[in-house]
């Protein structure tokens, strides 16, 4: 039973540009909500991180949006580059992280 | 370069054998993990030493054996796995048992294979 649900599995961007990847979970009381990313054959690496009484988090071109209410957080990937293409989990945390399916993004030079 | 160490990177084990990997992190992190990653899934929680000791085992096959001689290693033992059981596998690390809600510092992960 995934406790997040993450979409959509793969996306194909062109260089830069935007590359938007959903998450959804049920349960309230998770509080911390990180995206990992994750190249082939490495392990994943904390990318940006973000608590449910922040709506926003910019670190470079990430973004997370996080609509508490709607039970929805998102990560936006702007002027997307080839070295952007990779795996990316978000998750969630109560007492341990829960992953979403991953979302392989392509980025076409 | 991950400071999470990892080996073997590589593994081919028989149905019969006894190998273990093992993890390293100099970090001074108290809190260590073990995850199992097959291809195209996200990775899932074995086991969770916080200061050395135990804190969570997600119900995973006693074929799996983990063990922290210290704060800096982290082994799995195996013993009698199936093929199903091939797959990569992860440690992680973070500074304390926080839930995890604090951040995790995978290495690269020992690919195993089991004919």
């Known amino acids: 039973q995934q406790q997040v649900k993450q979409s959509p599995q793969s996306l194909i961007v062109q260089k830069g540009g935007i590359s938007i990847i959903n998450c959804a979970y049920e349960?309230?009381?998770?509080?911390?909500f990180p995206w990992y990313q994750q190249f082939p054959g490495k392990g994943p690496a904390l990318l940006i991180a973000i608590r449910p009484d922040v709506s926003e988090k910019k670190e470079g071109r990430f973004t997370i949006s996080f609509n508490k209410s709607a039970k929805q957080f998102s990560l936006h990937i702007m002027d997307s580059q080839p070295g952007d293409s990779a795996t990316y989990f978000c998750a969630a945390s109560m007492r341990k992280l829960s992953f979403g399916a991953g979302t392989t993004v392509t980025v076409r030079a | 370069d991950t400071e999470v160490t990892q080996t073997p990177k590589h593994l081919v084990m028989g149905m019969t054998n006894k190998k273990s990997l093992k993890c390293e992190q100099h970090?001074?992190?108290?809190?260590m993990y073990w995850y199992k990653q097959k291809a195209k899934k996200p990775p899932e929680l074995m086991f969770v030493?916080?200061?050395?000791?135990?804190?969570i085992n997600e119900s995973v096959p006693s074929r799996f054996s983990p063990e922290c001689p210290n704060s800096s290693l982290l082994n799995l033992h195996l013993h009698a796995l199936q093929p199903e059981d091939s797959a990569l596998y992860l440690c992680?690390?973070?500074?304390?048992?926080?839930?995890?809600?604090?951040?995790?510092?995978f290495g690269e992960g020992s690919r195993l294979t089991v004919l």
């Open positions: 992680a690390s973070s500074q304390v048992d926080s839930g995890g809600s604090g951040e995790l510092f």
């Open positions: 970090m001074g992190h108290r809190a």
């Open positions: 030493y916080s200061y050395e000791k135990l804190s």
């Open positions: 349960n309230t009381a998770f509080d911390y």
